[in-house]
T-cell receptor, first 115, second 112 residues
């Protein structure tokens, strides 16, 4: 059964720092991995989707990498800003017969960027 | 472009009362639709998914049910709410299984 873990659970950094959020998964037979952002009381915003054939994806100051063989993904945020404060979640699709794209989520990393 | 709506945004209901949450998607056809629940300290859990009108699959046994009366409409219901049904309910869609998944703004349900 696939399990997704995110470390750390919470992170507080000063503005301007580069930072790395970690996501690990137990079953490496995934076909993609998705990173989301969630602001308090809000829905999830998709940040990046990495297909299993890709090593990384970039969007602005965000860069996500994927290492299937080791069961890990990292989300790199460059030059962090107070507006980056949110909970970041990673998710992978369930990978068994009959699956229809259902996602399994980590519990998230709550990021606080101090001005 | 595609958008996804959920209503109501917040709901406070007494134990034993019925529930109906609605989700609609615009700008796409034949989406896969999903209901997730996010409870404090427990992360996101898939409740139901649907690949077409009238086709509903349940991931966990529970007090809730789902229906898809139209292609882009997904409804979450209960006949009698329990305290444990409190949580943040999120609807999501994807064009094809395994594609990027997009979420609605959510409904905060408090059962008293």
């Amino acid at each position: 059964k696939q399990e997704v873990t995110q470390i750390p659970a919470a992170l507080s950094v000063p503005e301007g720092e580069n930072l790395v959020l970690n996501c690990s998964f137990t079953d490496s037979a995934i076909y993609n991995l998705q990173w989301f952002r969630q602001d308090p009381g809000k829905g999830l915003t998709s940040l990046l989707l990495i297909q299993s054939s890709q090593r990384e994806q970039t969007s602005g100051r965000l860069n996500a990498s994927l290492d299937k063989s080791s069961g890990r993904s990292t989300l790199y945020i460059a030059a962090s800003q107070p507006g980056d404060s949110a909970t970041y979640l990673c998710a992978v699709p369930v990978n068994y017969g009959g699956s229809q794209g259902n996602l399994i989520f980590g519990k998230g990393t709550k990021l606080s960027v101090k001005p | 472009s595609q958008t996804i709506h959920q209503w109501p945004a917040t709901l406070v209901q007494p134990v034993g009362s019925p529930l109906s949450l609605e989700c609609t998607v615009e700008g796409t056809s034949n989406p896969n639709l999903y209901w997730y629940r996010q409870a404090a300290g427990r992360g996101l859990q898939l409740l139901f998914y649907s690949v077409g009108i009238g086709q509903i699959s349940s991931e966990v046994p529970q007090n809730l049910s789902a229906s898809r009366p139209q292609d882009r409409q997904f409804i979450l219901s209960s006949k009698k709410l329990l305290l444990s049904d409190s949580g943040f309910y999120l609807c999501a869609w994807t064009g094809l299984a395994g594609d990027e998944q997009f979420f609605g703004p959510g409904t905060r349900l408090t059962v008293l």
